[in-house]
């Protein structure tokens, strides 16, 4: 059965980072949207992008992405009554690190990291950039890969971003869920733990599987074609359950 799926990018890059994701499951016969960051710490923004989203079977997201396609589902479900599929790739339900959720960035690199964008945000971004692709044996081609593929961003949008990987706090929204959720982690991710992975296994929500594949954090860029398989095999799982 073809899904509508809105696929949510991850901070610094841009929707063509997605763009082969997108094309390798539109050739299974979904209809997918992109979508760049955006504020959900503004409650008009986040508003008007529920408006939005509702009319998609999935949302899914990466990193960011994933953080903002959970704060999606979740006001949703609870302003619509509707319960969307949610898929997050290489995404923490806490990007910075707090008393419950340790599995994280710590507050210090992460502030550090905020300090060199507001002085040098190229130069940061290429960092960055740099270490969405570190952990695998093709790291250096993988980097020329995203470099080519980058949009620029706007300065301010970048900001916003920084302030919602510091403070959305997901775990509860995750572990109270009641729709289906699937979450990847990739192995030899810089910026994600896989050891995250082990965390959600904790958690008693009623829908939700995750999965540990090979790869850094740039998996879903780097490994279209497998991640849209897995996604597929997903969305089967449910029409059939649902059938």
Known sequence: MQQRILLITGWGGGT????????????????????????????QVLQQEVQWARQFDVIAGWSLGGQLATVLVDQIQKQCGLEKVLITLGSN???????TWPAAMSKPT?????????????????KFGYMVCQGTETTKADFITLQSLIQAQNLETLREGLNCLEQLKNVDILRNYPGHQYHLFAKQDF????????????????????????????????????????????????EQRNG
């Open 93 to 99: 339900p806490c990007f910075v690190a707090n008393e």
């Open 16 to 43: 063509k980072l997605l763009d082969p994701l997108k094309q390798a499951l539109a050739a299974q016969g979904h209809e997918v949207e992109l979508c760049n960051i955006f504020n959900a710490l503004d409650e």
């Open 110 to 126: 992460f502030q550090q990291f905020k300090q060199s964008f507001e002085q040098d945000a190229i130069a940061t971004l290429k």
């Open 191 to 238: 910026l994600v733990s896989y050891k995250v992975q082990r965390n959600f296994q904790k958690f008693n929500a009623k829908f939700l599987a995750t999965e540990l594949v090979s790869g850094s954090h740039g998996f879903p860029l780097f490994e279209a074609e497998l991640i849209s398989g897995k996604i597929c095999q997903f969305l089967k799982k449910i």
